[in-house]
């Protein structure tokens, strides 16, 4: 589904190679979202009442083992460790800048994908204003919403094999195997596999975990399918796991 509003001032700021933020926001909720442009691409998304664990998303891609979490921690507050630590990881050599921008463009997808899957919203500009978080190079409009279509597209075909009828907000894991071969096929499948515990559901850990819920769902289907986790129920969550929960229903 494609927020009409949302996607129509999109297109048209993209058109005038604008510069400024666009919030959309969920007349249903009044919560909003906003996307920064620069000269008509698109180089940041941000939930409202969503920050994503950059930090732990960086430990399960082993880019920060612990004497780099020590050495962050000491120069940077605990709370402002999500906000900070990709400038710190890039001033210290610890990744390229590269990764770094691909991690935010999985968070750019997931927000903006979000956004435009609100039925409807209110959407206004705010010419000249930027941001330094979560940034990627900037993307065209059409393009972004081409991959958005495609990312959700194979979500739901994935999902639909793996638990038909239940979401990823409340589907609990269990581990039926830790040894098994799948689960040390990267370190983001292993840091997934290390949080299931029977009782949290893919979206809490994938929110733990500093993961999407497009990558817990092609995560989890090859735990399942390499026979190291199963299905354990089903439990009411509430609260913002993933940036996708902003608007779209769980999967």
Request: with cysteine; glycine share 8%; aromatic share 4%.
């Amino acid at each position: 589904m494609e927020n009409a509003q949302l996607a129509k001032a999109m297109r048209s700021e993209s058109k005038k190679g604008w510069t400024g933020r666009l919030v959309a926001t969920d007349p249903a909720t009044g919560t909003s979202a906003a996307i920064y442009m620069y000269e008509g691409g698109v180089y940041s998304v941000q939930v409202e009442d969503f920050t994503p664990h950059l930090t732990n998303r960086m430990i399960a891609a082993g880019i920060l083992d612990e004497s780099r979490i020590r050495e962050l921690s000491a120069s940077v507050e605990h709370t402002q460790r999500d906000h900070e630590v990709g400038r710190f990881a890039i001033n210290r050599d610890w990744l390229p800048v590269d990764t770094l921008a691909a991690l935010h463009a999985e968070y750019l997808l997931a927000g903006l994908g979000a956004a435009l899957a609100l039925p409807k919203s209110k959407v206004q500009a705010e010419a000249n204003e930027t941001t330094d978080q979560l940034c990627t190079m900037p993307a065209s409009v059409e393009d972004l919403i081409s991959a958005i279509d495609l990312r959700e597209e194979r979500s739901q075909r994935i999902w639909n094999g793996v638990a038909p009828g239940s979401t990823t907000k409340e589907t609990v894991l269990r581990q039926v195997n830790a040894e098994a071969e799948i689960c040390v096929a990267s370190s983001e499948v292993a840091a997934f596999m290390r949080a299931v515990d029977g009782i949290n559901t893919v979206d809490e850990i994938a929110g733990a975990c500093g993961f999407t819920r497009a990558e817990a769902i092609v995560i989890t289907a090859a735990l399942i399918a390499g026979g190291a986790v199963g299905i354990a129920g089903r439990k009411s969550v509430n609260g913002v796991h993933v940036p996708e929960d902003f608007a779209s229903p769980s999967l």
